[in-house]
């Protein structure tokens, strides 16, 4: 376990993230130099999971996501994000009817059941940990009980790396789920893919901390860089009021 962690603060270091989480890298030294782990906040039920009766909250340490894969080294810890910021950035989008959403990094699938109440064709949610996939499918089919109408959430147990893609119009959403060059291999991804089959795409990246990595691709082009507000009603789970966002579309590949 500590050489784990020592991979990981090298690779928060390599990747630039170390600055920007200082604060919490040191409360994990300090935690391991004491023998124990820092104690997860535990705040009240999501309004979310108690309308839907599901689970899609809580916070899951980096360790516990992807242990058996390097890919784990280069993920953030699990925390859902907010459903009004979804919403709000999936309504920022052109109409996406006939879209597939696909979230990548899906945790317990807050993104999936909030995209189910869009005209999204197909819901996939891209998932390394076991155990948040089997949560997923238990939130899937509450929710495919309550809504039959609503498009199926698919649950994919998959490292980002060896996703592939689906051929068809796309909406891709990510939490800040991933840094480094695990990040760098999802925007190779998409470019791949576009180059492959050239189709629309969109990008909603919540918390776009990675958000210079796909600023660089010639294949994508931003179109909303921003701060939503989160609802009032979501203050006991978080202590922000705003996040940032930011959306990039595909673009043709420049003449050469």
């Known amino acids: 376990m500590v050489v784990r962690t020592v991979r990981r603060l090298l690779a928060l270091g390599l990747s630039g993230e170390l600055g920007e989480i200082g604060s919490a890298v040191a409360a994990r030294i300090a935690t391991f130099a004491r023998g124990k782990k820092a104690a997860a906040p535990q705040p009240g039920r999501h309004a979310i999971d108690i309308a839907y009766e599901i689970d899609t909250g809580g916070v899951i340490h980096w360790d516990r996501i992807g242990a058996n894969s ?6 953030h810890p699990f925390v859902s994000s907010q459903p009004s910021i979804i919403r709000q950035a999936l309504r ?18 807050r993104a999936l059941v909030v995209a189910s ?65 695990l990040m760098q291999r999802v925007v190779q991804a998409i470019e791949r893919s576009l180059r492959n089959c050239p189709r629309d795409l969109h990008v909603v990246y919540v ?12 294949l ?33 590949p420049p003449n050469k």
Do not use: H
């Not at 390097?70 to 993920?75: A, I």
């Not at 920022?92 to 699938?109: E, H, Q, S």
């Open 70 to 75: 390097s890919s784990g080294l280069y993920v």
């Open 117 to 181: 109440e869009f005209a999204f064709r197909r819901i996939v949610g891209v998932e390394l940990s076991s155990d948040l996939v089997a949560v997923i499918a238990q939130n899937a089919r509450v929710v495919a009980e309550r809504y039959p109408q609503r498009p199926k959430i698919e649950a994919v147990l998959s490292d980002v790396a060896d996703y592939r893609l689906p051929d068809e119009p796309l909406v891709l959403f990510m939490y800040n789920p991933f840094f480094g060059p």
């Open 220 to 252: 994508l082009a931003k179109y909303f860089d921003g701060e939503l507000a989160r609802e009032e009603s979501e203050a006991a789970q978080v202590g922000w009021e705003k996040q940032r966002v930011a959306i990039w579309r595909s673009v043709a």
């Open 207 to 218: 918390k776009p901390n990675m958000d210079r990595m796909f600023d660089r691709s010639p």
């Open 92 to 109: 920022l989008l052109p109409d996406c009817g006939g879209f597939t959403f696909v979230d990548l990094g899906a945790g317990k699938g």
